[in-house]
């Protein structure tokens, strides 16, 4: 009935809405209803009030207009809005005052919406949208981020043409052009014709500053070539550093002096920074999503060693899986120096293989099993026994792990700033600390240990058939239990706060009320103004998502504003232990306020200097940066980032590391792995609208990554992409699909990979990471700054793919000689692939 008389009058509350705010609205809301009833009255009175009501809801119009979309802050809160709902916002905000819920719909009702367009359209009985003209479409292009690719200038150049005389020979001089120039180097345009070699020494006169000023140098300035460079048909840049052979401090202070005090109106060359930053961007998302654990190997006295791990919210699971009753690390047995070394004899500069492990519980103990493909290789009479009983388990597990070399150096990324732009810079480009290195100066290699047990898997390794009465003989697979273990440091990775209220440190009593398991008595541990978490004096059977009636009697007496009982929360975790719950305040319509909240936010305003705020400090400042800086420098998977551009998902860049993955060559094999190139081939725009997006619309960034196996059957002698490639998806959650037909077929007569590819949802970028270089280009060119932000702002998953073609050989018992044929193909490929480039 109240939704039949708002229809009803639907005009009559358009008109008042755009009075909202005005002073005397009271008086036009008493002239423009006095012919209504007094009920009917009330009702729009309550609706003004619903409108009037502050709101803190993010917009976000990414795909839902037809404008481009860019990020817009208000009052410390992030949004994305097109420039017709920027103006829209604006003006609103201007009338009613603040951010209210009227605000929000009239943004969410502007005329190139979606959705009001949708409405349109049916009015008129069409189905289409109505006046929308569809872009004319463009093949999406994916360009190419080589992590840790960047440099450190020693000093700032200035984009700076003068007129310069080069010295080539006694009888050869020839006049050209500077294209930038600093302190120890410049870089001149000269036409082909004239022919330099790497390592030749020039004279050169600077005759565009000679007219000015008195410079002292007769014979000019020596400079080396240090790198030709063909920008044209007829035209070379020539880059060059100084040999200091004039040893003129005086001309070395006039040339710093005459750069700083002109490069605001000559502009500083930012091409490095630039570079700097979008690598660094997408470096700082994948990160914090990677799926394998990082597991760092010492040599302790001519012994390996795991000593360190480093952990995000998508790989502690693993951590946290090598764990037994005593809450004790077993990594360190699991990864044994046998171990280790038989994986280090592996051929390829990434040493791979495939572990299995499962656990088996005696009187409350867990007893770890686990063997290697090569390890079940030289015993395969029990490889039928091991696959078909340890699968049985619920703690089956089947791991990639992937060893790979690293050095101490790899720890100290500097940033890409020279020191003399800035005094802070120095303090920011030290390398670790004498303590860190003492954490990290034995380290040799990282394993990335990275989850691949699927059901569809699991099912398979279950087929194998196995006698019971043998089951004694997995013993030899089995870890000896230790009163202690080798300690192996668990260290956090540091990366943006991701929470968007701070959390305070505050213990008080707390009473929690659900029908089916009744009251509890705890406290909490922090809060924040929407947010509790709790610890439960003993563990419970509380599950994600249960609804919660929350009271705090103790809070209850210090107000008589807030009714602090019977307040509903939701519960969004529950600890490993079951004694950790973290709370959300509930609301069962958007516009109902929360006494929780209310109270809460209330709180910490008035006591926020008092309060702590809940941050994690580490233990020992710098050495997550250091483990990261070594991870990044050595990466081993292939990573992508997916765009949303207006409505579309696109695959937007791809990341290489050090070592290329099996992706990477295909894409080199087809000369495609450039700066810009088509994955269509690869990841198809049908793969990622029916298989990537459906499953990516109802993920969140806390949720673990989506898997997606993907399966290539290539053909290295056929030149056609379409022809030569055959790429089929399989999410892993499908059952009773088996590809046995379709790998035997591949590696029968052309070459099989297969790839599992992780999705997992972005929060937002971590601008803290790039916030010295992203300053540093606002100086001097802010719109440039603003375009880097807004690329990084449109990525919405970053994706891996990690190879698994060895386990899908051993879940499929692919016959030995069929894959031993395949490797020498393969070899043979490898080969002609590394000699061509």
């Known amino acids: 009935m109240p939704d039949d008389v708002l229809l009803k009058y639907q005009s009559v509350i358009e008109e008042l809405r755009d009075k909202l705010g005005a002073p005397n609205?009271?008086?036009?809301?008493?002239?423009?209803?006095?012919?209504?009833?007094?009920?009917?009255?009330?009702?729009?009175?309550?609706?003004?009030?619903?409108?009037?009501?502050?709101?803190?809801?993010?917009?976000?119009?990414?795909?839902?207009?037809?404008?481009?979309?860019?990020?817009?802050?208000?009052?410390?809160?992030?949004?994305?809005?097109?420039?017709?709902?920027?103006?829209?916002?604006?003006?609103?905000?201007?009338?009613?005052?603040?951010?209210?819920?009227?605000?929000?719909?009239?943004?969410?009702?502007?005329?190139?919406?979606?959705?009001?367009?949708?409405?349109?359209?049916?009015?008129?009985?069409?189905?289409?949208?109505?006046?929308?003209?569809?872009?004319?479409?463009?093949?999406?292009?994916?360009?190419?981020?080589?992590?840790?690719?960047?440099?450190?200038?020693?000093?700032?150049?200035?984009?700076?043409?003068?007129?310069?005389?080069?010295?080539?020979?006694?009888?050869?001089?020839?006049?050209?052009?500077?294209?930038?120039?600093?302190?120890?180097?410049?870089?001149?345009?000269?036409?082909?014709?004239?022919?330099?070699?790497?390592?030749?020494?020039?004279?050169?006169?600077?005759?565009?500053?000679?007219?000015?000023?008195?410079?002292?140098?007769?014979?000019?300035?020596?400079?080396?070539?240090?790198?030709?460079?063909?920008?044209?048909?007829?035209?070379?840049?020539?880059?060059?550093?100084?040999?200091?052979?004039?040893?003129?401090?005086?001309?070395?202070?006039?040339?710093?002096?005459?750069?700083?005090?002109?490069?605001?109106?000559?502009?500083?060359?930012?091409?490095?920074?630039?570079?700097?930053?979008?690598?660094?961007?997408?470096?700082?998302?994948?990160?914090?999503?990677?799926?394998?654990?990082?597991?760092?190997?010492?040599?302790?006295?001519?012994?390996?060693?795991?000593?360190?791990?480093?952990?995000?919210?998508?790989?502690?699971?693993?951590?946290?899986?090598?764990?037994?009753?005593?809450?004790?690390?077993?990594?360190?047995?699991?990864?044994?120096?046998?171990?280790?070394?038989?994986?280090?004899?592996?051929?390829?500069?990434?040493?791979?293989?495939?572990?299995?492990?499962?656990?088996?519980?005696?009187?409350?103990?867990?007893?770890?099993?686990?063997?290697?493909?090569?390890?079940?290789?030289?015993?395969?009479?029990?490889?039928?026994?091991?696959?078909?009983?340890?699968?049985?388990?619920?703690?089956?597990?089947?791991?990639?792990?992937?060893?790979?070399?690293?050095?101490?150096?790899?720890?100290?990324?500097?940033?890409?700033?020279?020191?003399?732009?800035?005094?802070?810079?120095?303090?920011?480009?030290?390398?670790?600390?004498?303590?860190?290195?003492?954490?990290?100066?034995?380290?040799?290699?990282?394993?990335?240990?990275?989850?691949?047990?699927?059901?569809?898997?699991?099912?398979?390794?279950?087929?194998?058939?196995?006698?019971?009465?043998?089951?004694?003989?997995?013993?030899?697979?089995?870890?000896?239990?230790?009163?202690?273990?080798?300690?192996?440091?668990?260290?956090?990775?540091?990366?943006?706060?991701?929470?968007?209220?701070?959390?305070?440190?505050y213990k008080t009593p707390i009473e929690l009320e659900q029908e089916e398991r009744g009251k509890i008595t705890a406290h909490t541990l922090d809060l924040s103004e929407n947010g509790l978490q709790i610890e439960l004096p003993e563990p419970t059977l509380y599950e994600k998502g249960d609804l919660l009636l929350v009271a705090l009697p103790e809070m209850q007496k210090i107000t008589k504003k807030y009714q602090l009982s019977k307040l509903p929360y939701e519960i969004m975790a529950v600890s490993k232990t079951k004694t950790i719950v973290n709370l959300r305040s509930y609301h069962p319509t958007p516009d109902m306020q929360h006494q929780g909240t209310l109270f809460f936010t209330q709180l910490i305003s008035h006591n926020r200097e008092k309060l702590q705020a809940a941050e994690d400090s580490p233990k020992t400042p710098g050495l997550s940066n250091a483990l990261r800086n070594m991870a990044t420098k050595n990466v081993c998977q292939f990573p992508f980032y997916m765009h949303k551009k207006g409505a579309h998902f696109e695959i937007g860049a791809i990341g290489k590391g050090l070592y290329p993955n099996s992706c990477h060559l295909l894409l080199q094999h087809f000369g495609l792995l450039d700066e810009q190139f088509s994955i269509e081939h690869f990841i198809p725009e049908s793969a990622i609208n029916d298989i990537f997006v459906p499953r990516l619309k109802t993920l969140k960034r806390q949720d673990p990554p989506l898997q997606i196996d993907l399966y290539i059957r290539f053909n290295p002698l056929i030149k056609n992409i379409e022809k030569a490639m055959m790429c089929d998806f399989m999410p892993t959650e499908y059952t009773g699909i088996t590809k046995k037909s379709f790998i035997t077929a591949s590696a029968t007569q052309d070459l099989f990979f297969g790839f599992r590819i992780y999705l997992s949802r972005t929060g937002r970028p971590d601008t803290e990471y790039l916030s010295k270089e992203l300053s540093y280009i606002s100086h001097y060119a802010i719109h440039k700054a603003k375009v880097l932000e807004e690329e990084l702002w449109s990525v919405v998953c970053v994706g891996e793919m990690i190879e698994i073609t060895q386990e899908l050989i051993q879940r499929y018992h692919i016959e030995p000689n069929i894959i031993k044929n395949m490797q020498i193909r393969k070899q043979r490929w490898l080969d002609k692939l590394n000699q061509s480039a």
């Open 25 to 505: 609205f009271d008086k036009i809301f008493q002239n423009k209803t006095k012919a209504l009833s007094k009920p009917d009255q009330f009702l729009l009175k309550m609706e003004m009030n619903r409108l009037s009501q502050p709101v803190q809801r993010f917009i976000d119009l990414r795909g839902q207009v037809t404008g481009d979309v860019r990020p817009y802050e208000h009052n410390g809160k992030q949004h994305f809005m097109d420039d017709l709902a920027i103006e829209v916002f604006e003006k609103a905000i201007k009338q009613h005052g603040s951010y209210t819920l009227a605000v929000y719909e009239s943004v969410m009702n502007t005329e190139n919406n979606h959705k009001v367009m949708q409405r349109k359209a049916k009015a008129l009985g069409t189905d289409a949208p109505i006046n929308v003209k569809e872009p004319e479409k463009q093949k999406p292009m994916t360009h190419l981020v080589e992590f840790a690719s960047y440099e450190t200038r020693s000093e700032e150049r200035m984009n700076y043409s003068i007129r310069v005389k080069i010295h080539i020979s006694a009888k050869n001089t020839v006049e050209a052009n500077t294209s930038d120039i600093s302190v120890s180097g410049c870089k001149v345009k000269l036409p082909m014709r004239y022919e330099l070699a790497v390592g030749q020494k020039l004279n050169i006169r600077l005759v565009g500053l000679e007219q000015d000023f008195e410079l002292g140098l007769k014979e000019g300035v020596q400079y080396e070539v240090v790198a030709i460079e063909s920008v044209s048909d007829d035209t070379n840049h020539i880059r060059m550093k100084r040999t200091y052979a004039e040893n003129s401090a005086s001309f070395d202070d006039f040339l710093r002096s005459f750069i700083h005090g002109n490069k605001r109106r000559y502009k500083v060359n930012l091409d490095n920074t630039l570079e700097a930053v979008i690598v660094k961007g997408y470096e700082q998302y994948y990160l914090p999503r990677v799926s394998s654990l990082f597991i760092y190997i010492s040599d302790k006295n001519q012994v390996l060693t795991p000593t360190l791990s480093l952990t995000n919210e998508n790989n502690i699971n693993t951590l946290r899986y090598f764990t037994d009753e005593t809450k004790q690390s077993v990594l360190s047995s699991i990864l044994n120096p046998k171990r280790l070394s038989l994986i280090i004899q592996q051929p390829g500069q990434v040493k791979s293989t495939v572990l299995y492990c499962f656990t088996h519980i005696v009187a409350g103990k867990a007893y770890f099993y686990s063997s290697t493909a090569q390890e079940l290789d030289l015993i395969p009479a029990l490889k039928a026994l091991f696959f078909g009983f340890g699968s049985q388990k619920s703690s089956w597990r089947t791991f990639n792990v992937q060893l790979i070399p690293t050095i101490e150096a790899d720890a100290f990324i500097p940033l890409s700033l020279p020191e003399s732009a800035s005094a802070d810079i120095a303090k920011f480009n030290k390398p670790p600390s004498a303590r860190v290195q003492g954490f990290i100066q034995n380290i040799q290699y990282i394993a990335l240990l990275t989850d691949i047990t699927s059901k569809t898997a699991s099912l398979e390794y279950q087929k194998n058939t196995f006698n019971k009465d043998q089951v004694n003989a997995l013993k030899q697979f089995g870890h000896a239990k230790q009163k202690t273990y080798a300690n192996i440091d668990a260290v956090a990775l540091e990366y943006v706060n991701l929470r968007s209220e701070t959390r305070y440190l």
